[in-house]
Nanobody
């Protein structure tokens, strides 16, 4: 059993900043990649940023230079710092974490989602 708890998000004016966090807990052996996705109304869920256990990062072109993903392996937590927000960044943001277990099994789990709204 694993659990992801997201926090952060909210309403901000265009040009502002917000930070999201996603903390993992439960009976897992390891955490591999940690990702942030978002889903805007009427659109498919899209990958925003990802980070490996070693700290390598990858970003969607639409957020490069504005968003920063980071993680604290000791706290089993992934963060997303969002700067220079635009109205088109409005969406529900989800973390997705890839867990490893002692028996060799792996599983990806989703956070509950947190709303980010950017007003123009």
């Amino acid at each position: 059993q694993v659990q992801l708890v997201e926090s952060g998000g909210g309403l901000v004016q265009a040009g502002g900043s917000l930070s999201l966090s996603c903390a993992a807990s439960g009976a897992f052996f390891s955490i591999n990649d940690m990702d942030w996705y978002r889903q805007a109304p009427g659109k498919q869920r899209e990958l925003v940023a990802s980070i490996t256990r070693g700290g390598s990062t990858n970003y969607a072109d639409s957020v490069k230079g504005r968003f920063t993903i980071s993680r604290d392996n000791a706290k089993n937590t992934v963060y997303l710092k969002m700067n220079t927000l635009k109205p088109e960044d409005t969406a529900v943001y989800y973390c997705n974490v890839n867990f490893g277990f002692r028996n060799g099994a792996t599983m990806a789990s989703w956070g509950q989602g947190t709303q980010v709204t950017v007003s123009s």
